[in-house]
């Protein structure tokens, strides 16, 4: 059995990546290239898949996914300028695919803290910056 | 010609309460949260049956999205719609209407009767919110 839950967090962003040239940076990014920043509303899908336990008829404890997914992504990313604030955006472009990958490493480093062995697996997470595209990234392809 | 999946969306309107009896009030409250409060509470649940195949050459179809609909409606959203289901729709007399049992519950109601020549049911999605989903691909996992 698999469950998604969704969760939304608004922020900002600029994509830019340094090795590259001004010309450069504007033909790839264009308008998200701007140089102060722009923001979203974005929505993240978080699949957990197990057994569904008898007791409980669940397949995960929700009060506990939400607040994981809350303390390691909604309230570092909500209200907050991705570059300048979370500091894996330092260094790395906060396009979504590379936001994706990095709620995934977040939630998968803090999982076991939350979750025993042998009761629910994260699956995978899909991130949409606006209602007009998604990113799915599988949690078996990030460390 | 290679496998394809064809979904079918339907919607029913129901009431239920996600209680334990073998569990204490605190242990049903901590559980369940508000879904636990005794009188039970309503959504609207969204349904998303989706079935696999090989479209047929002639027809081009993988399955008969008419006789699909009339299964749906027969066999889940006439007997689950405007229904308290704990009360109203076994088995959830007697095991907890959460949308991950609710939707084993309707691949149990559903797959003999979408197995086909060409299909056979894929998976079962269930939204409970719009929020929140289950899929249940029928491999008891």
């Known amino acids: ?143 | 010609m290679g496998v394809m999946l064809v979904t079918r969306r339907a919607e029913f309107s129901a009431s239920h309460v996600c209680r334990n009896p073998e569990l204490s009030e605190k242990e049903n409250r901590e559980l369940f949260g508000a879904a636990a409060n005794p009188h039970g509470h309503g959504h609207n649940y969204v349904l998303e049956v989706t079935v696999e195949g090989t479209p047929d050459p002639v027809s081009g179809m993988v399955a008969d999205l008419r006789s699909l609909k009339e299964t749906l409606n027969r066999r889940v959203i006439e007997i689950y719609d405007h229904r308290f289901l704990n009360r109203e729709v076994p088995p959830f007399d007697r095991t907890i209407p959460t949308p991950e049992n609710i939707a084993i519950d309707i691949w149990r109601r559903l797959a003999s009767h979408l197995e086909g020549p060409r299909a056979r049911l894929h998976n079962v999605r269930l939204y409970e919110t719009p929020d929140l989903y289950v899929d249940y691909f029928g491999d008891g996992a």
């Open chain 1, 1 to 143: 059995m698999r469950l998604t839950r969704k969760y939304r967090f608004s922020a900002s962003h600029r994509l830019h990546a340094p090795q590259f040239g001004e010309a450069e940076n504007r033909a790839l990014y264009g308008k998200c290239n701007n140089p102060f920043g722009h923001g979203h509303n974005y929505e993240i899908a978080v699949t957990v898949g197990g057994p569904v336990e008898e007791r409980s008829g669940r397949v995960v404890d929700l009060a506990l996914l939400d607040g994981l997914v809350r303390r390691e992504v909604i309230e570092p990313f909500d209200h907050r300028n991705l570059n300048e604030e979370v500091e894996a955006f330092r260094a790395l472009v906060p396009t979504s695919e590379n936001l994706g990958r990095e709620v995934v490493r977040r939630l998968k480093q803090n999982w076991r803290a939350v979750f025993p062995a042998g009761g629910p697996r994260l699956e995978c997470v899909a991130i949409a910056e606006t209602g007009r595209n998604a990113f799915e990234v599988s949690a078996y392809e990030i460390e």
